[in-house]
């Protein structure tokens, strides 16, 4: 992109209005779009203690993020989602059929879409009504002050893998599911008022009739040719869910809790699939369009075009009721108009009302960034931080949630491997290692065990010393 020729001006920080009108920012690589645009208003909006959610597509804003958010007292509020040491959330939650249906769409390219496709999809929605009927007969004698009626499975992505595995555990979950809704909660049921003893008769008939479903369906697997008919139906929804059981999406925290309770949500897609991040917006997007919260959020995107599609851009005309703001950013127009259409991207821009477009220029330097909004041509105050201030916030931010593994000296985490294997670096040395991330609930064991064989050793050296006294 040629820069712009105008005369000399000052240089100030472009932040968008705080109206939920949204902002699309422009501009190849180098022109300033992250210092100069993204982080500046990152900050406002953490001054202003919005609930922030921001995507982050190289490894390398969650630090810079969890700086500034240091340097205005809310670090405590950064909640990290991507990698073993931050959190998990159960994508699932909070979503309706419709939505299931679609992200088990999403999750597989559009021509991949076929008959096993199409079938495996119905499949899990039968799984997903019955999972959402014994969540309903919970919550009506929870209500009803009736205690201890449990659910033998929760609605969440490793429970549905699980039920999913093979015709026999498919088989064991339409017993069990039986047997609690036709059993266990017929001992208690008498202590249920007349409303809600209707209420749990109607989850109970709804839930048969896809149980129902389910019998026939495994009646229907051929065991001596099991990726054939309905086996194959099973193996084709087996594989949808496991591609979207990823560890950070399949643990028990609450996304829209977090952004309602005004958290910093980062997700570190740098270890997502672009196919799984979408997903993962996909349900978010939906679920901001119909919260009845009126907590200020605030949606940072950069490389927007990475997490849409056709069929998930957001409602961002539906955004601004519920006082929800996106600011994302882009390359160029062209990129979006790949993704999603000329058309659908031309309806998309029309509802974006502020737009800021950054320009590679010879004048650019660390000090400032060349950017035009409208006619008017202006220069940036970029926002940059230091590698030390950055692995200071991030080692400030894991003394504060105790993240399962105490490093010794001064390490912090830099990215995901494998799955329990990271890389970790040195604050003061710069040395950067490999090393195994082990939950807290394997230390607690390892170190039961460390003290009983401890306890042993002593116990033995008791003896020996009695016998050689002796």
């Known amino acids: 992109m040629a820069g712009f020729i105008v005369e000399k001006r000052g240089v100030e920080k472009p932040v968008v209005p705080a109206d939920f009108t949204h902002a699309l920012c422009t501009g190849e690589t ?80 559009e021509e991949k879409r076929d008959f096993w496709h199409a079938s495996a999809v119905a499949l899990g929605l039968h799984v997903y009504d019955i999972l959402t009927a014994m969540e309903d007969v919970a919550e009506i004698f929870a209500e009803a002050g009736v205690e201890g009626v449990e659910p033998p499975y929760r609605l969440d992505l490793p429970n549905m893998g699980r039920i999913l595995q093979q015709a026999s555990s498919l088989e064991g979950f339409l017993r069990r599911c039986r047997l609690f809704l036709q059993e266990e909660c017929y001992e208690v049921v008498t202590k249920l008022p007349p409303f809600a003893r209707g209420a749990f008769r109607q989850a109970r008939e709804g839930a048969e009739e896809h149980l129902e479903f389910i019998r026939s369906f495994v009646k229907d697997i051929d065991e001596s040719s099991p990726a054939a008919g309905s086996g194959g139906v099973l193996f084709s929804l087996r594989q949808l869910v496991q591609a979207m059981s990823d560890g950070a999406v399949s643990g028990s925290g609450d996304l829209m809790e977090y952004l309602e309770d005004g958290k910093i949500v980062v997700i570190r897609s740098d270890a997502f699939s672009d196919m799984l991040t979408r997903v993962f917006m996909q349900m978010l997007f939906t679920r901001l369009s119909r919260r009845l919260s009126h907590t200020p959020v605030t949606l940072f995107v950069d490389e927007f075009q990475r997490v849409v599609g056709s069929d998930n851009l957001p409602h961002v005309d539906v955004f601004r009721e519920k006082r929800v703001e996106l600011i994302a950013a882009v390359q160029n127009i062209r990129q979006l108009e790949n993704r999603v259409g000329e058309r659908v991207c031309d309806e998309f821009l029309g509802n974006i009302l502020h737009r800021y477009e950054f320009a590679n220029h010879l004048e650019n330097d660390l000090e400032r960034f060349e950017y035009r909004v409208g006619r008017t041509v202006k220069l940036a105050k970029p926002v940059f931080l230091t590698e030390y201030e950055l692995d200071a916030a991030q080692y400030a931010w894991q ?67 009695k016998i050689f006294f002796d």
């Open 399 to 465: 003394k504060i949630w105790d993240r399962n593994v105490e490093l010794p000296g001064k390490w912090v985490y830099l990215q995901a491997d494998r799955s329990r294997r990271c890389f970790v670096k040195n604050m003061e040395s710069g040395e950067v290692r490999p090393h195994f991330f082990v939950e807290m609930r394997y230390r607690v064991a390892a170190e039961e065990k460390r003290e009983e064989h401890g306890e042993k050793v002593k116990e033995r050296q008791e003896r020996e010393e």
């Open 30 to 109: 180098g022109s300033g779009k992250t210092s100069g645009f993204m982080l500046p208003n990152i900050e406002e909006r953490i001054v202003r203690g919005h609930g922030i959610f921001a995507v982050d597509f190289k490894g390398n804003l969650h630090a810079q993020i969890k700086s500034l958010a240091q340097k205005h007292g809310r670090l405590r509020d950064v909640v990290e989602i991507g990698t073993p040491w931050g959190e998990g959330v159960n994508l699932l939650e909070g979503t309706n059929r419709t939505l299931f249906s679609r992200m088990l769409d999403g999750i597989v390219n």
